[in-house]
């Protein structure tokens, strides 16, 4: 197959173009070209910002492919170029949604289902909070998912949606799990918030991958969209219990009011497996339609932390803060013991 990669190299997309060089497919990939990739040289590489209209026409014109993956669309109006300059272009188009397309529903049930997608949705948080950010993205991916639908319903547009949660890789550049691992290496407690306390049901990168593999060699799926997600829905506890088991070190987890961590603006670094746009999704559609067979949690993580450990990356901003965490601790412990 010929098929087109928009953005993404640094994660996802970087594991996904290997796959498809191994399985034989030639590879084209369309992004800003701002972070140097470690792609192999048979890759073709088309530059520009897929925000702006004229760039994609201007790399596009003329081409078409068998398949186009779509790692980074964030927004209404960017759905509406894509179906215009893709309709009658592409065989198939597969794109990452998000499972905050349900946190912005209210009342969805958790783990949220496929069928859970429509509902009345929650209003905009303040404008300057961080829920803020969370919620538009949110939304903005419904857009994107609505005018897929309506576009597979009036012109047979040929998408796939897949809706990933957080996203558990050795390449992840937010570092979060290596945020957790920092704080267990160095045996001081793990502050997180005591409200909300969510399980967690994320998803190796490996298997998102493996999702793409399975409708590209299927067929399967155009026109519906999958939730995409580990077996396993685990306790923040059960989480860091596992990791720090890896690491041969205790998990300590202290919680306290949200509203006190927020204060000292430790949120969401000081646990961010903790807020509540952390999305629980359920996989069962994706196992009886895909026949998708997902990692098991203790293995990947196991993976995670062993990299991780021969592989350690800077430490994180959210770490520099760590010592602040720790005082602010012994004083919280000094109050309420009185």
Same mark, same amino acid.
């Given at each position: ?11 996802v997309?970087h ?8 399985a034989?497919?030639?590879v084209? #990939?369309?992004? +800003? ?5 470690? %792609?192999?040289?048979e #890759? ?18 003329g081409r ?6 779509d790692n ?7 759905a ?11 065989g ?6 998000? !499972?905050? *397309?349900y946190? =912005?529903?209210?009342g969805?049930? +958790?783990p949220?289902?496929e ?7 929650m ?11 969370e919620?538009l ?9 609505d005018?897929?639908?309506?576009a ?5 547009f040929?998408?796939t ?8 890789s ?6 979060r799990?290596?945020n ?9 407690? *793990?502050?997180a918030p ?7 049901r994320h998803v190796?990168?490996?298997d998102v =991958? ?21 077996e396993?829905?685990v ?5 860091l ?6 690491? !041969? ?5 202290v919680r306290?009011?949200?509203s006190k961590?927020?204060?000292q ?7 961010p497996f ?17 026949g998708?067979?997902?990692?098991p %949690? ?7 932390v062993?990299f991780?450990?021969h592989?350690p ?12 965490e720790?005082?602010?601790l ?7 013991? #009185?």
């Amino acid at each position: 197959m010929n098929i087109l990669i928009i953005g993404g190299t640094r994660n996802v997309g970087h594991y996904l173009t290997s796959a498809l060089l191994e399985a034989g497919h030639r590879v084209t #990939v369309f992004n +800003r070209g701002r972070t140097p990739d470690e %792609l192999r040289a048979e #890759v073709e590489r088309l530059q520009g910002d897929r925000t702006l209209r004229a760039d994609l026409d201007k790399a596009l014109r003329g081409r078409t492919f068998d398949a186009v993956i779509d790692n980074a669309i964030y927004k209404g109006a960017e759905a509406e170029t894509i179906l215009e300059l893709l309709n009658g272009r592409t065989g198939r188009y597969i794109f990452l949604s998000t !499972g905050q *397309i349900y946190l =912005v529903r209210e009342g969805a049930p +958790r783990p949220s289902k496929e069928v859970d997608y429509d509902g009345r949705l929650m209003p905009a948080p303040k404008l300057e909070s961080y829920g803020h950010q969370e919620w538009l993205y949110g939304m903005d991916k419904r857009r994107i998912e609505d005018a897929m639908v309506s576009a597979w319903e009036t012109i047979s547009f040929p998408y796939t949606s897949l809706r990933i949660p957080m996203i558990s890789s050795e390449r992840d550049h937010f570092h979060r799990l290596y945020n957790y691992i920092l704080r267990l290496k160095d045996e001081g407690p *793990i502050l997180a918030p005591e409200t909300p306390n969510y399980p967690l049901r994320h998803v190796y990168v490996a298997d998102v =991958v493996n999702a793409i593999m399975r409708l590209l060699d299927t067929g399967l799926g155009i026109g519906k969209a999958y939730n995409i997600a580990q077996e396993e829905t685990v306790t923040l506890d059960e989480y860091l219990n596992l990791v720090g088991g890896f690491l !041969g070190v205790q998990a300590e987890i202290v919680r306290i009011a949200s509203s006190k961590l927020e204060a000292q603006g430790f949120l969401p670094d000081c646990s961010p497996f903790s807020e509540r746009w952390m999305s629980e999704l359920d996989n069962t559609l994706s196992k009886e339609e895909l026949g998708m067979v997902y990692t098991p %949690l203790p293995v990947y993580l196991e993976k995670l932390v062993r990299f991780y450990t021969h592989n350690p990356p800077p430490k994180t901003a959210s770490y520099l803060r760590r010592r602040a965490e720790l005082t602010f601790l012994e004083f919280y412990r000094q109050e309420t013991s #009185v």
